[in-house]
């Protein structure tokens, strides 16, 4: 990643330079000028290549018979970023800009924002778990701090103002939480930008230990048999085995997005170049690979192991449905809006919820392949 961005760094309430951009890459010019001679000469046509250079798009051919055409290309840098299910699925909790905690009630559609434990602490994370989610605030205090808000159904993790928080996720049944991020005191003190990974007890709070490394995580995903952690970078995949202290680099590929199938024993992996890949838990072979788009980055990806389902979302306006077990497309969620940011299914896989860089989160019926409602600002 360009480490120049860490000059955006402002103060708690501010924007995360990392998450909410959803990839550092920068294009290859030659290619995509090879790709729209490819097309030019396919259509034998001035007029058709004008309209797809008007389009702003990605890739405008498909790679097979499971994949879809890709149409538009964006960046989704506001709106609503993660989101997750709580109170028996009536309400969603979502990151907005500017660090805030919006509640949408499911059942009359109003939306407010509510406030953290600390009222001054902006919102740098959220993320689903097996129990309630995690949100993650950014804190004056020096040290991890761990509340279990009730009345908002999530567990509240504030870290130190200097850390910007780029993934998290609890593992070890629920038992620890690894927290991913930038420090920027080394940069106070003249060094180099430090990654970490800090691992804190889920249930106390404390600070067990901390791993150091030369990339950002954009990503975790745990392996519950095996009891590795995976996290993703833009430097490959990254594997912290049980009592490990480093981190060890198992693929160069340059991931964004992970999710793991510990039944199915599949590591599903979104990556920077459009791919979504899935790899065995146990062998880290590869089991099939689905292109979206060459030039749209796969910002979210969420399983729904009983319906072996997958669905993904990214730098497009459409949702993608993956078999788990082919990688062969199974719907495609078309909805003329912005892109996408998150993606949650409700417990029994009927139901979609997908939040846009356009701060909406929309609810799709999967058995209808039907577009029920548009919860917006």
Not at 119 to 144: D, E, H, I, W
Not at 221 to 231: I, K, P, S, T
């Amino acid at each position: 990643m360009n480490n120049t961005a860490h000059i955006l760094h402002t103060p708690v309430g501010s924007e995360s330079i990392f998450l909410d951009v959803a990839s550092p890459l920068v294009p290859n010019k030659t290619a995509s000028r090879l790709k729209a001679f490819v097309v030019f000469a396919l259509l034998i046509s001035a007029g058709a290549w004008y309209l797809m250079s008007r389009s702003g798009g990605g890739l405008t051919q498909p790679f097979g018979k499971t994949d879809p055409i890709v149409t538009q290309y964006e960046n989704p840098l506001g709106g609503f970023f993660d989101i997750a299910l709580v109170n028996g699925q009536s309400k969603i909790l979502a990151r907005a800009t500017a660090g805030r905690t919006m509640e949408l009630n499911l059942k009359d559609g109003t939306i407010e924002q509510v406030s953290s434990r600390e009222n001054q602490s902006a919102l740098q994370l959220m993320v689903r778990t097996t129990g309630l989610p995690l949100a993650v605030y950014s804190s004056s205090k020096p040290n991890f701090k761990l509340h279990f808000n009730l009345k908002n159904s999530l567990t509240e993790l504030f870290v130190p103002d200097s850390l910007e928080v780029s993934a998290v996720t609890m593992f070890d049944d629920n038992q620890k939480i690894a927290v991913a991020s930038c420090d920027f005191n080394s940069e106070r003190q003249g060094l180099n930008l430090n990654y970490r990974v800090d691992i804190v007890d889920a249930i106390s709070g404390k600070h067990e230990k901390t791993v150091r490394l030369g990339d950002l995580i954009f990503d975790f995903a745990f392996d519950d048999q095996l009891d590795n952690l995976y996290a993703s970078t833009n430097a490959g995949l990254f594997r912290l085995a049980a009592q490990a202290d480093q981190l060890e680099l198992v693929s160069k590929s340059r991931v964004r997005a992970l999710e793991s199938l510990n039944n199915s024993r599949l590591l599903i992996m979104g990556y920077f170049n459009g791919d979504v890949e899935a790899i065995s838990l146990d062998t880290l072979e590869s089991n099939w690979i689905t292109s979206i788009g060459k030039t749209a980055t796969v910002k979210a990806v969420s399983c729904h192991e009983e319906m072996g389902m997958i669905a993904v979302g990214g730098e497009f306006n459409y949702v993608l449905l993956l078999d788990s077990k082919t990688g062969a497309t199974m719907q495609i969620l078309t909805q003329n809006e912005s892109a996408v940011n998150d993606v949650v299914y409700s417990s029994d896989g009927r139901q979609l919820y997908v939040s846009r860089s356009n701060s909406s989160v929309a609810l799709w019926d999967l058995n209808q392949n039907n577009l029920v409602k548009v919860y917006a600002l």
